[in-house]
């Protein structure tokens, strides 16, 4: 299956997903969830503005 995309060119999803279960999908998806959670955490705990003032 390809699928068009704005600038004309096509992806063909064969060759960027497996083929998944709709359970492996779902967990593939809210494991990558929390690990976006995780480094937007770390970066606002790691900034200078939103940091622990000691």
């Known amino acids: 299956m390809t699928t068009p995309t704005q600038g004309g060119a096509s ?3 064969s060759r ?9 999908a779902l967990s593939h998806v809210q494991g990558e969830s929390l690990k976006v959670i995780a ?3 770390v970066r606002l705990l790691n900034s200078p503005t ?3 003032v000691s």
């Open 11 to 13: 992806i063909d999803r």
């Open 16 to 24: 960027c997903l497996p083929n998944l279960t709709v359970g492996e």
């Open 39 to 41: 480094v937007i955490l």
């Open 50 to 52: 939103t940091g622990a």
